[in-house]
């Protein structure tokens, strides 16, 4: 399924949430410093791009409410930051409706993620709860690499005080334990936000996302570190799933909201690549072509992705456009990744289909 979708708003996208409990699978970003970047890669054909801006300023509300009620959570991600942290608190993620006690043992205020300022440089913590949680051993030293996150809590269960651990590269980097304190964590936040964060002004770091998962239950160590490389399918070594719930966000390519028209007017030659999810209706928007006046509209439609043995990326480029090349036959195809480029286009591979000026 491809999930991060070309927004009608200019600026923004919609992602869509594969968990497998959620109402509303789309989400839209606030703000206008979130991107789809199809070169700087981790899984799949595509990430989600942060650039640089105050943290409040551009953010993905997830709709998960932050709230354990007793069962824990998991929030993973795949993050590249792009430069090297500083003394500043560079925010990632966070509720600003989850606000945690002033009392002593807690970090107060709202439940937030951050790189830099206390934490240190190159390192991580997570505040707002009531022992907040730096990582260790400087896993973001290194501008430019890839590092899989993962922040875990555990509930309490009897008299044994619940945790939150980070787990690193699918390794556990640090667990603390999470004391019970005056007012208590309620865990009452209403919409977690990630590639920045609502809460603050502060500046959010330039950096690429991907895989954003979230568990409504703690996830093993193993679970984590046997399918950090791949899209989330099956279960895990301890049986359970490792579909997230809650959302998920594997930011695989940029698609077409809604209804997706081909062979528009408008469209200039071997110009409008789109990509489709599964069931978006296609409607024929042409009557004529937009650069050889008088001849009808039509549209290549080159066929790829898993399971096709097709290349996951793009199939054709601008030298393998010619003007010239004009449909003899056409069909129907019903696959569930489509991309679309203007008629008069030659395919890259033999797996292509043009469609005329009516469907």
């Known amino acids: 399924m491809l999930v991060l979708i070309a927004g009608t708003v200019s600026a923004q996208i919609t992602l869509f949430n594969q968990g497998s409990s959620v109402a509303n699978p789309f989400a839209q970003t606030v703000g206008s410093q979130i991107s789809v ?53 560079d925010y990632l993620m966070g509720d600003n409706t989850m606000i945690a006690p002033t009392t002593a043992g807690a970090s107060g205020g709202a ?37 899989h996150v993962a922040l875990v809590h555990t509930p309490a269960v009897g008299a044994t005080a619940g945790s939150l651990s980070w787990v690193i590269n699918g390794a556990l980097d640090i667990s ?60 895990g070594p301890s049986g359970a799933s490792n579909i997230p719930d809650k959302a998920y966000f594997d930011c695989d390519g940029s698609v077409e909201p809604h209804i997706c028209q081909v062979g528009t007017n408008g469209d200039g030659l071997g110009t409008g690549q789109r990509i489709m999810t599964n069931n978006t209706p296609i409607e024929w928007a042409g009557t004529s072509s937009a650069v050889m006046t008088g001849i009808p509209a039509s549209c290549l439609i080159n066929i790829h992705g ?20 004009m449909p003899i036959a056409y069909s129907t ?18 797996a292509a289909v043009i469609w005329p000026d009516a469907l």
């Open 37 to 89: 970047d199809n070169v700087n890669l981790k899984i799949g054909s595509a990430t989600v791009k942060r650039n640089s801006s105050a943290a409040n300023s551009s953010y993905l509300p997830t709709a998960w409410a932050t709230n354990t009620g007793g069962t824990g959570f998991t929030i993973q991600f795949w993050i590249n930051r792009l430069t090297a942290t500083t003394g500043n608190a």
């Open 111 to 147: 439940f937030r993620c951050f790189m830099g300022g206390i934490a240190g440089v190159s390192q991580m913590v997570i505040r707002g709860v009531s022992n907040q949680v730096v990582t260790v051993g400087l896993p973001f030293a290194t501008p430019g690499t890839w590092v």
């Open 176 to 235: 603390l334990a999470q004391t019970t304190v005056a007012g208590g964590v309620t865990w009452s936040g209403t919409n977690f936000s990630i590639c920045g964060y609502n809460g603050s002004t502060s500046i959010c770091p330039q950096f690429n996302m991907d895989e954003i998962r979230i568990y409504s239950f703690p996830r093993t160590v193993a679970d984590i570190a046997a399918d950090m490389n791949s899209a989330a399918t099956g279960n």
């Open 306 to 325: 898993p399971g096709l043995g097709l290349p996951a990326t793009n199939p054709y480029t601008n030298s393998l456009r010619l003007p010239s090349a």
């Open 333 to 350: 195809f019903g696959f569930a990744g489509l991309e679309l480029g203007h008629g008069y286009s030659a395919p890259g591979y033999p």
